[in-house]
């Protein structure tokens, strides 16, 4: 294939980088397991071995879940909730407004009520605050609870837990959140992060906190089965059942689709499909999916409903949609998240215009995109600091001023590692509290710091990010000529789905095409036909493109030559299979 310039801005303002790989690893996979070189590359760049293939390709739940008792205080969380559920004891569980949160505290309570416990489940809305509350653990007081379970939560919760405590209530963690040296007073805490966690099996790590919870069901099981406690009267559950739920979690919380994960997504896909969780089912109904969903159905399409009632709605429909038992129960509350999710979109872009209106209204100082609103809703910030940060490409920062406190959501670039720059401002005393990862970040401060707290980020990302011209990079994972863009093709490059995060769509670079037959669809759409001069033609189409570079570059190119960067998609329409290109970006060759 003709090389690209790697250093040479496309007509999207990006720069194309070619990924490189072992060619002798690439060789040796392609001839063991009769793979096309393009799959085998693919592979290779998704870390894998020649022994690590089958495992990629066709994931199993039983070959890749350990012993859960490997991770650490398994053995005597599950003791403890089997007791619990031998004599019946009230047990209360404690989740997260967000659809990892949902599905966690879900899958437990589903699990729960098939072994004779109806636990109480609160679920605390934003201004409650994330993770347990006193609020919550006097709630399970006046109820008589024995045992608090918590789920995508509880890791760093020292004084809500040493409150329990004064009152007697045990509780169990079960969570994925980065955990400290120091951890809480509990009676047990499940948490492949926990520092001190000798776990070998490093893709335990990676699990969204409903696969932590399905981990743990398992060793419940086992723990209940040891017991006698199941006989032909009170059969064993099937916990494959709530896959569904675990791959839902897994997806929307963007964890790494590796190792267990990717056969938590797989097999909970396949589950999906049959339709038997009723919550899942209406959520399906009411989106209008007619096919079989799909990972891009779960993060782009169910998980924002699940989350608009945690923005704006009522925290607790997640978990109450998930467990229900009816269908006109389901339909119900699938209709009233519908109606958050048109509120949810409705205040976000209100947020989004004002803070662009602010950005480009103003002469910026930093290279960066920093600003506050007055009772901006807290739900919608975190949403509106990506879309600024895809806007402009640089570390956004966007603050809700409310009457006590300013509440701010954080999205940055590859080059500012946020999770440090809120550290070092927590240290500074500039805002109150804070936390996050490279990418993403959430923090509060006072009023009257917004200021100094600009000209500290300001001065912090400037100095990380120098003098450079911040491109943004597209990372192409193979090149192809337009003869092999076809549906043979597309139909091996199933072998690497589940996609999401950490095996993201393959990205490939098809060299020397034009566009033909260009035109607009839908809401600013191009369809096309792409043609080379080796033969072959191939439906495409770019989304949201025709008032930008792109868009005008494909209506108006009269048989000039593009290299085109996408994703090779199968398509079934009528009964027909067929291939489409999804034109990310392009460039003239």
Same mark, same amino acid.
């Given at each position: 294939m003709?090389n690209?310039?790697?250093n040479?801005?496309s007509i999207g303002?990006n720069?194309?980088?070619i990924a490189?790989v072992n060619?002798?690893?690439?060789e040796?996979?392609s001839?063991r ?10 592979l290779?760049?998704?870390?894998n071995t ?7 390709i066709?994931p ?12 650490k205080?398994?053995d ?7 007791e619990? &559920?031998?004599n019946?004891e009230k047990i /209360?569980?404690? !989740?997260?407004?967000? %659809? ?7 899958v =437990?309570r589903l ?8 636990p109480?489940?609160?679920?605390p809305d934003r201004e ?11 709630e399970f007081?006046?109820l ?5 379970i918590?789920?995508?939560c509880?890791?760093t ?9 004064e009152?007697?209530m ?5 969570d994925?959140?980065?955990?400290e ?6 009676y ?8 001190d966690?000798?776990?070998? &099996?490093?893709y335990?790590?990676y699990? /969204?906190?409903? !696969?932590?919870?399905? %981990?743990t069901?398992?060793a419940?099981?086992r723990? =209940?089965?040891n017991?006698n406690?199941f006989?032909?009267e009170?059969?064993?559950?099937n ?5 569904d739920?675990?791959?839902l979690?897994?997806v929307?919380?963007?964890v790494p689709?590796?190792?267990?994960n ?6 909970g896909?396949?589950?999906m499909?049959r339709?038997e969780?009723q ?5 399906v109904?009411?989106a209008g999916?007619?096919e079989?969903p799909t ?7 169910l998980g924002p ?6 923005r704006?709605g009522?925290?607790?429909f ?5 467990c229900?038992?009816?269908?006109a129960q ?7 998240l519908g109606?958050?999710?048109a509120?949810?979109?409705?205040i976000e ?5 004002k ?5 480009e209204?103003t ?23 990506g879309k ?6 640089l570390p956004?920062?966007v603050m809700?001023?409310e009457?006590?406190e ?10 500012v ?5 809120i550290i070092?401002?927590k240290e500074?005393?500039i805002i109150t ?6 990418m ?8 009257n ?7 500290f980020?300001?001065e912090y990302?400037s100095e ?7 491109t ?5 994972d193979?090149e192809?000529?337009?003869n ?6 597309a139909?091996k490059l ?5 996609f999401g995060?950490g ?6 670079l098809l060299?020397?095409v034009?566009f ?17 001069s080796?033969?072959?033609?191939l ?9 930008n ?5 494909m209506?108006n ?7 085109v960067?996408?994703v ?9 299979t ?6 990310e970006?392009?460039?003239r060759?």
């Open positions: 003709e690209i310039e790697e040479q801005k303002g720069i194309w980088k490189s060619e002798r690893l690439v040796n996979i001839q397991y009769n793979l096309p070189y393009l799959v085998a590359k693919l290779v760049l998704r870390e020649p022994e690590s293939v089958p495992d990629f066709e199993k739940i039983q070959r890749l879940l350990p012993n859960p008792s490997c991770l205080d398994m005597k969380a599950a003791e403890r909730i089997a619990a &559920v031998i019946h /209360a569980i404690i !989740g997260d407004y967000d %659809v990892d949160g949902a599905t966690s505290s879900s =437990l699990y729960l009520e098939s072994v004779g416990i109806n109480e489940v609160h679920i409650e605050g994330y993770g347990p509350s006193k609020q919550a653990i006097d007081a006046v008589g609870v024995d045992l608090v918590t789920t995508d509880g890791t919760a020292f004084d809500v837990f040493d409150y329990a405590k009152k007697n045990p509780v169990i963690v079960l994925h959140h980065e955990a040296v120091r951890l809480p007073d509990v047990a805490l499940v948490n492949p992060k926990r520092l966690d000798n776990s070998e &099996v490093e335990l790590r699990m /969204a906190a409903v !696969g932590v919870v399905f %981990v069901i398992v419940i099981n723990a =209940l089965r017991k406690f006989s032909s009170n059969p064993e559950p916990l494959m059942q709530w896959l739920l675990v791959a979690g897994t929307c919380d963007v689709l590796k190792g267990l990717r056969a938590f997504v797989r097999q896909l396949k589950v499909s339709r969780n919550g899942i089912r209406a959520l109904d009411k999916i007619t079989a990972t891009y159905h779960l993060g782009y399409v409903r699940i989350n608009a009632c945690g704006v009522d925290s607790s997640g978990n109450k949609l998930l229900s038992k009816t269908p389901a339909d119900q509350i699938a209709d009233k109606e958050f999710n509120q949810r979109k409705e872009n209100y947020v989004l215009l803070a662009i209106e602010i950005l209204g002469p910026q100082s930093y290279p960066i995109a920093f600003v506050a609103g007055k009772d901006w809703h807290q739900g919608v910030i975190g949403i509106v600091a600024l940060k895809e806007r402009y490409n956004a920062f809700s001023i009457a006590d300013v509440k701010g959501s954080a999205r940055s670039i590859p080059q590692d946020l999770g440090a720059l070092a401002a500074k005393g509290k804070g936390g996050g990862h490279n993403a970040a959430g923090f509060s401060l006072e009023e710091k917004i200021e100094e707290f600009r000209k980020v300001g990302v990380k990010i120098g003098e450079e011209d911040i943004p990079i597209i990372n192409i193979g192809l000529d337009l092999g863009a076809n549906l043979d093709l139909e199933e072998l690497l789905e589940p995060a095996n993201a769509e393959p990205k490939l060299h020397h034009k033909n037959k260009a035109s607009i669809i839908g809401s600013g759409h191009i369809r096309c036909f792409l043609s080379s080796v033969g072959g033609s439906k495409a189409i770019a989304f949201r493109v025709a008032d570079d792109i868009g005008q570059a209506l190119a009269k048989g000039e030559v593009f290299d960067v996408g090779l998609k199968k398509e079934t329409w009528q009964g027909r067929s291939v489409q290109f999804m034109i970006d392009i460039k060759c």
